[in-house]
């Protein structure tokens, strides 16, 4: 790790203690970890009622019967590790830069046994309920808390509404939970009114006032149907604890009066909701979110029956984050439509899963104000699965007693900091400790602002929930959850700290590993080399309005002489340099990258042959198979496909940078880097990486090079027809020599047509070809107008192919239909997800 300015290079080697290490090179300790782990649970299980007879005796462990269980044991354990060391992708070495996923934490592994091992036969604790898992409920509660003081929510004051916050399965299940409490807070004053109109809180109708979205109060009979829908959300949070105060109603009171015009009862389509409030308003509202959005927002659109269709997409500047001047045309679009279109809330992602990217939140909040002075009103949920760990690299002064002056995480850039500051005021955020917290599956959580969210979501059962009890089973979706996940989360916080010296400091260094790797991707090629890397993050000399082709190779020529292959002793000295890392790559810590190549010293323009070679890349530096082995997978990739339809003009940007056709709306394959490791940096070790990177890049580049070079070659035809013979060119779609679509006629000797004839009528559905005997390029065979050939029952080299007529010549060949079918000749009107053929 470099010795930034004010950084502890002991921190470092705390950072070293925190993990077993890429080669286990802190294996002595995991096992007196474990060696404690198992001494305890011996312990445990002698002192609960000491007195008790052994239940398995030596006499029983002495028997073959048992002994042949022991054995059966050891080598189902031996076989299991054999077969986990072969097929296992190593997340634990640096070299691995795939998914978001990376060594777990010592820490975590030691409460993750500690709490499986103390939960005895079953396994895991079950934290559905408190009296199935005393200890691991209070410890989730406790995990809940720090997560919100990590984001800057409010724990402690009085004054204000406090936060709280639970561990879910994963990040999708918390997204689904906060669409959820989302759409059942907008509904909450339309369900009361209705309780006030038609059930036992008639009373209220005079005299119960609520305030406005844009300030003023009244009588909340009075409100509008808008004007319902665009209620502050602690508004209406408050309104439970206001009836309470002002009415004397009690909560069971009141959700027994509010049970019958619930949307959890009686569903979003209800008739009565539609009847009085109007169908135009309930069945229209909006859920925005930017293009980019992680797969589990349309799905928790789809389970919470608000419908995928509602959700709104924002458009994506060219780094990737939310174009803010569109999410306000949006918002107007829904302010000034005919009826007005409400808005359940705004997700700003905190870290895209594909490129680290974070939206602009400071300015998302800015319009949240912003609309709430013009009537509209939502929840901001953040997506911060990959990136509220992030939060813990921040200075907030001395209100956490973090020691001032400290900020190990120089890389991450100032809006991405502005973004992280403002966390605190979404009224949701989602986060996964078992992402940027470096614990084990399964841990995603869901953190609010205002702790009386929670109750929106809350369903309650005889089993689970007693008098006197606090529970978590009975917040959110799931029911059973394991007490592991929140034991392993708060002991790795306990021991690493969620501040800049612990969490900060670990963060830091994977973020400045990602800058270097980006260092590396961004000057990898040159105007010699056979291909191009183009990381989809702008250079600074990039950005637009002031770029020019001269800069941005002064730029790349400055980080290969001041940035690469320098210790980093020596490169945290270089202001100019550290600088420059500090406004380069992505915002959090993931490279997205493509690679094309060059033929006669030109960019390859067709995304076809473009994605095939990424593909191949990714295939070559993946385990996609139970049949492949770690061995020749000298670094790990994951990949993605960005769609044209979401990434719209970042994409087009994107494709114009790697020298391909800016213009075609195919979707593009690309290639994803992912660091979470402390370690690359050190030794030079990102260089390795790199080294073996590019290796299997020049042998994929020479490949398509190859394949995309029109050369002498076989070529295969489908035979049709009895009367008059008919070829159907086999095409390829990567292969220039075989690049066509190609019709053609020709004639056979009498003979030769006539064996075909009759082998066709004998066995009418079996598939004939002919081909060239002599390796040729398929323009000459058609100028020619004649060519030797072979015909053969089925493609030659498959099974079941045989010989029918070993050498033939074709002759008159006439050309009914040719057209090149690569990606440069296909027109934008046709669907981007296939290819047109030719009719005949």
């Keep these: ?66 002994q042949e269980q022991m054995m059966r044991l050891s080598r189902g354990v031996k076989e299991l590790a054999k077969r986990l060391a072969q097929h296992h992708v190593p997340f634990w070495n640096p070299r691995y830069n795939g998914h978001m996923t990376n060594d777990t934490t010592l820490p975590g592994i030691a409460g993750l046994l500690s709490s499986k091992q103390r939960a005895g036969s079953r396994l895991n604790p079950n934290n559905v309920a408190a009296e199935a898992s005393p200890l691991t409920t209070r410890l989730e509660m406790k995990v809940g808390q720090e997560l919100c003081e990590m984001v800057g929510y409010n724990i402690n004051s009085q004054e204000k509404a406090q936060a709280w916050g639970h561990i879910t399965c994963d990040g999708s299940v918390a997204n689904l939970e906060s669409i959820w409490a989302a759409r059942n807070l907008k509904f909450y004053p339309l369900s009361l009114l209705l309780a006030m109109e038609r ?60 049970n019958l015009f619930l949307i959890q009862s009686i569903g979003k389509d209800a008739t009565m909701f539609e009847e009085r409030f109007g169908r135009e308003y309930i069945n229209r509202m909006a859920y925005i979110a930017s293009a980019t959005k992680h797969y589990s927002w349309p799905k928790g659109a789809a389970v919470t029956g608000i419908g995928s269709e509602n959700l709104i997409n924002i458009r994506v500047d060219d780094g990737a984050r939310m174009e803010i001047g ?77 020691p001032v002056g400290f900020v190990p995480s120089i890389a991450l850039k100032p809006k991405t900091k502005e973004s992280l500051l403002e966390l605190h005021h979404c009224d949701s955020i989602t986060v996964d400790p078992h992402k940027s917290g470096y614990i084990q599956y399964p841990a995603g959580g869901l953190l609010y602002r205002d702790q009386r969210m929670r109750y929106l979501v809350t369903w309650t059962s005889p089993v689970v929930n007693r008098q006197g009890e606090e529970s978590i089973g009975v917040y959110g979706i799931e029911g059973r959850q394991p007490g592991a996940a929140p034991v392993a989360t708060w002991l790795s916080h306990q021991v690493i700290g969620l501040n800049p010296r612990g969490y900060g400091a670990l963060l830091g260094e994977a973020v400045f590993g990602c800058a270097m790797m980006y260092a590396y991707l961004s000057t990898m090629s040159t105007k010699s080399t056979d291909f191009i890397v183009t990381p989809l993050n702008l250079l600074p000399a990039e950005i637009p309005f002031n770029s020019t082709d001269a800069k941005v190779e002064e730029q790349k020529d400055f980080i290969r002489s001041h940035i690469l292959h320098r210790p980093n002793s020596d490169l945290v000295k270089d202001k100019d340099a550290m600088d420059l890392i500090r406004e380069m790559g992505s915002d959090l810590s993931i490279n997205a990258f493509a690679v094309n190549f060059r033929l006669n010293s030109q960019p390859n323009r067709d ?167 002599e390796k040729e390029v398929l323009s000459t065979l058609l100028e020619r107008r004649r060519f030797k050939a072979h015909v053969d029952k089925g493609i030659p080299g498959t099974p079941g192919s045989t010989p029918l007529i070993k050498e033939v010549e074709l002759t008159n060949i006439e050309i009914i239909v040719k057209r090149q079918i690569d990606s440069t000749h296909l027109g934008n009107s046709y669907p981007a997800s296939s290819m047109p053929f030719f009719l005949y």
């Design 326 to 402: 569109h999410l306000e045309d949006e918002l107007n679009k829904c302010l000034y439509a005919n009826p007005p279109r409400a808005v359940y809330a705004v997700v700003a992602i905190i870290g895209s899963t594909e490129h680290g990217a974070c939206d602009p939140l400071a300015d998302i909040v800015a319009l949240r104000d912003q609309f709430c002075k013009k009537g509209l009103s939502f929840v901001l949920h953040a997506d911060g699965a990959w990136g509220a760990y992030f939060s813990t690299t921040l200075q907030r002064g001395g209100e956490r007693g973090f």
């Design 199 to 258: 059930g036992s809180l008639g009373f209220l109708l005079d005299s119960f006032q609520v305030q406005t979205c844009q300030g003023g109060s009244k009588l909340l009979r009075d409100f509008t149907t808008w004007e319902l829908l665009n209620i502050l959300p602690h508004e209406v949070l408050a309104i439970p604890d206001r009836l309470y105060s002002e009415y004397n109603i009690s909560p069971t009171f009141l959700q027994n009066a509010l």
């Design 607 to 773: 995304i076809v042959c473009g994605n095939d070679l990424n593909r191949r890349i990714f295939e070559r530096l993946s385990l996609v198979s139970i049949t492949q082995t770690l061995k020749n997978k000298p670094l790990f990739l994951t990949s993605t496909v960005f769609s044209q339809q979401n990434y719209g003009n970042c994409l087009r940007t994107y494709k114009r940078r790697l020298g391909l056709d800016g213009s075609s709306n195919l979707d593009l394959y690309s290639l994803i880097n992912v660091v979470m490791s402390p370690f690359p940096t050190e030794m030079e070790f990102t260089a390795t990486i790199i080294k073996a990177l590019r290796g299997v890049i020049e042998e994929e580049v020479k490949t398509s090079v190859e394949w995309n070079t029109v050369s002498p070659d076989f070529h295969g035809f489908v035979m049709q027809g009895t009367d008059r013979l008919y070829l159907v060119h086999l095409p390829m779609f990567n292969m220039a020599n075989h690049r066509y679509q190609l019709i053609i006629t020709g004639e056979l000797p009498p003979d030769a047509m006539a064996t075909y004839v009759q082998a066709r009528q004998q066995n009418p559905s079996q598939l004939y070809t002919l081909a060239n005997v």
């Design 1 to 66: 790790m470099p010795c930034l300015p004010d950084y502890d290079k002991n921190l470092h080697h705390a950072v070293s203690a925190w993990f077993l290490g890429p080669r286990a090179e802190n294996f002595v300790y995991l096992q007196q970890v474990l060696h404690t782990v198992l001494v305890e649970q011996y312990h445990a299980r002698n002192e609960y009622y000491p007195n008790d007879d052994s239940f398995i005796g030596e006499d029983v462990q002495n028997t073959p019967a048992f």
